[in-house]
C-alpha cells in the first residue's frame, strides 16, 4: 500500500528509512516487470512545471505517468512565468483545481515551499538550488542493485561542486547510514546548515578538500561544476575546480568493485570525460534508466491511493 499518500517530496528528509525501503523496494519491483499491466493512478493528472532545462526528470516523470495509468502535462518556464507572469501562490491555487499533483524544477527550493503552501495537491522536487531528491532515489536503487539493501557503512564519496546533489547526498546518508564523504575544492563546500544537522541526526558525514578522501570509495559521485544559472561563474569555477576531475586513473584508486555514479548531463572535459562514464565501474546509464523505476515509486506511493476526482 502507498506509504506516502497525499504528501509533499520536497527533500529526502521529507521521508521516513522506512518509507524510503518501501519506495525501494517498489522500484526494484517495477524494474522487475512485476507491475506490467497495473494502473494504479488511472484517472490522475501529474503537472510538470520548469524553470529550467531537462533531459531525464522530464522524460522520466511524463512516461512514469503514462505506465502507471495517468497523465502528465509539461509548462515550460516561458508558458507559466512562475513568479514573474504570474505568483506562485495563484499558480498553486490554479493548478491544484486541475491536477492531483506538481512536480517542479525551480531555481529556488522556497519556490517549491511556496507551492506546497499554497496547493492542496503533492508537489515533488524535480530539482532546485538546494535539492535533487527525485535523482537520490535513483542512485540509491543503483547503489543498492550493486552492494544490495543494507548500505551502513559504504563509503559514498562525492567530488566536485558541493550543489543540490552534494546537499542531498548528505540527506541519504541520515536515511541509509551510508558513510558520506564530500570532496570539494575550497569555497565550494556543501551546505553548512545541512550537514550540520545531518550530523545532529547521527549521520556519517565528512567535508573536504582533500582529494586523498576518493581512495577507497564503494561509490564515487560526481555532477557538473557549472550548474544551471551558474554560467556567469564558468571562468572562475574551471579554474578553482582543476583537479577534481574524475578520469580512468581515478577510478582506478577507488574500491576493487567499486562504482561510478554521475546525474547527468556530464559536461565532459570538466567535471569527467567519456572514458569515464563508458568505464566498466561506470554505472551512469544504469542509473539514468533508475530515474524511471525509482521515480514510478515514488508517484505510486505519493499518489496511488487518489480518486479521479471527474
Ligand atoms: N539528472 C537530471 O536531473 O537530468 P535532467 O537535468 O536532464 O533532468
Ligand atoms: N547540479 C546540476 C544538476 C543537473 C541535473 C544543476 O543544478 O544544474
Not at 506516502?4 to 528509512?17: E, I, V, Y
Not at 519491483?29 to 520548469?50: D, N, T
Request: hydrophobic share 40%; net charge negative.
Amino acid at each position: 500500500a502507498p506509504v506516502m499518500a497525499g504528501r509533499d517530496f520536497l527533500s529526502n528528509l521529507d521521508m521516513t528509512p522506512q518509507e524510503l525501503r518501501a519506495v525501494m523496494d517498489t522500484a526494484h519491483s517495477m524494474k522487475r516487470g512485476e507491475w506490467r499491466g497495473v494502473r494504479p493512478l488511472s484517472g490522475l493528472s501529474l503537472a510538470l512545471v520548469f524553470e529550467k532545462a531537462s533531459l531525464r526528470t522530464r522524460t522520466t516523470f511524463d512516461v512514469g505517468m503514462y505506465q502507471l495509468g495517468g497523465h502528465a502535462i509539461t509548462l515550460s518556464s516561458q508558458e507559466v512565468g512562475l513568479g514573474t507572469r504570474e505568483r506562485v501562490s495563484d499558480v498553486a491555487r490554479n493548478l491544484e483545481r486541475w491536477v492531483d499533483g506538481v512536480m517542479g524544477r525551480v531555481y529556488l527550493q522556497g519556490t517549491l515551499q511556496e507551492l506546497a503552501d499554497h496547493a492542496g495537491v503533492p508537489i515533488i522536487n524535480g530539482l532546485s538550488d538546494m535539492l535533487h531528491p527525485a535523482q537520490l532515489l535513483a542512485d540509491y536503487q543503483t547503489i543498492e542493485e550493486e552492494f544490495g539493501s543494507d548500505l551502513r557503512g559504504k563509503r559514498v564519496v562525492y567530488i566536485g561542486d558541493g550543489n543540490n546533489l552534494a546537499n542531498s547526498h548528505i540527506h541519504m546518508s541520515v536515511l541509509t547510514g551510508t558513510d558520506v564523504t564530500i570532496v570539494t575544492p575550497v569555497g565550494y563546500e556543501p551546505n553548512g546548515a545541512v550537514a550540520l544537522d545531518a550530523v545532529r541526526r547521527g549521520a556519517s558525514v565528512t567535508l573536504t578538500n582533500d582529494l586523498a578522501a576518493v581512495e577507497g570509495a564503494d561509490v564515487l559521485y560526481t555532477d557538473v561544476w557549472i550548474s544551471m544559472g551558474m554560467e556567469a561563474e564558468a571562468d572562475i569555477r574551471r579554474r578553482a575546480f582543476r583537479g577534481y576531475q574524475v578520469t580512468p586513473q581515478m577510478l582506478e584508486t577507488i574500491a576493487p568493485d567499486g562504482i561510478f555514479l554521475h546525474c547527468l548531463p556530464a559536461h565532459y572535459g570538466e567535471e569527467t570525460v567519456p572514458e569515464a562514464t563508458e568505464h566498466p565501474k561506470s554505472r551512469v546509464f544504469d542509473e539514468a534508466e533508475n530515474r524511471l523505476h525509482a521515480q514510478k515509486a515514488l508517484l505510486y506511493h505519493v499518489m496511488g491511493l487518489m480518486k479521479p476526482r471527474w
